[in-house]
T-cell receptor, first 114, second 110 residues
Framework: GAGVSQSPRYKVTKRGQDVALRCDPISGHVSLYWYRQALGQGPEFLTYFNYEAQQDKSGLPNDRFSAERPEGSISTLTIQRTEQRDSAMYRC????????????FGSGTRLTVV | KQEVTQIPAALSVPEGENLVLNCSFTDSAIYNLQWFRQDPGKGLTSLLLIQSSQREQTSGRLNASLDKSSGRSTLYIAASQPGDSATYLCAERAGNMLTFGGGTRLMVKP
């Protein structure tokens, strides 16, 4: 596609429910990244993929968070048993590949846990 | 762990002023440094990408410089306009991820 697409744009969920956030990167982009951004702060790294392989998940806060990219294109970030502290903007970005290329970000998913 | 700091955190200027936003980073072994613009409720728009081998990049009224030895980058905005009001984020790429600063919230008053 022309840009990075994320869905849904907004998600309100009750505490304890599971949520799945979707990211569709730019066609041909090898690397895909997930970031989380709290209000008034810069985005913080969660995890990234090269093709379908998850290369680094050191930024995932705990084992309730997981991500996959089974066919090397669309990725899903799943949060199980959501808590209020999970409320944030979740941003996805893609890059042609690791190294000297810039990132292109999607519009993000605003998650609110009530 | 890489750290990126942006100063000032917030800035308010009258229309027409030239201004400088500052970004400092701790890891000099970077691939590149990217400046983004963030508008409320919207995504991050890439403004300028400076490779580690470059000293500056220009796009319209924007000019970004990079000094790896001192761990600093600056974003210069010429003849600021109310439409420039947004949060500006710098991010360094060292290794496999971008590390962001906290951003500078810019308000340009008509």
């Amino acid at each position: 596609g022309a840009g990075v697409s994320q869905s849904p744009r907004y998600k309100v969920t009750k505490r304890g429910q599971d949520v799945a956030l979707r990211c569709d990167p730019i066609s041909g982009h090898v690397s895909l990244y997930w970031y989380r951004q709290a209000l008034g702060q810069g985005p913080e790294f969660l995890t990234y993929f090269n093709y379908e392989a998850q290369q680094d998940k050191s930024g995932l806060p705990n084992d309730r968070f997981s991500a996959e990219r089974p066919e090397g294109s669309i990725s899903t970030l799943t949060i199980q048993r959501t808590e209020q502290r999970d409320s944030a903007m979740y941003r996805c970005a893609s890059s042609l590949e690791v190294g000297y290329y810039g990132y292109t970000f999607g519009s993000g998913t605003r998650l609110t846990v009530v | 762990k890489q750290e990126v700091t942006q100063i000032p955190a917030a800035l308010s200027v009258p229309e027409g002023e030239n201004l400088v936003l500052n970004c400092s980073f701790t890891d000099s072994a970077i691939y590149n440094l990217q400046w983004f613009r963030q508008d409320p409720g919207k995504g991050l728009t890439s403004l300028l990408l400076i490779q580690s081998s470059q000293r500056e990049q220009t796009s319209g009224r924007l000019n970004a410089s990079l000094d790896k030895s001192s761990g600093r980058s600056t974003l210069y905005i010429a003849a600021s306009q109310p439409g420039d009001s947004a949060t500006y984020l710098c991010a360094e790429r060292a290794g496999n991820m971008l590390t962001f600063g906290g951003g500078t919230r810019l308000m340009v008053k008509p």
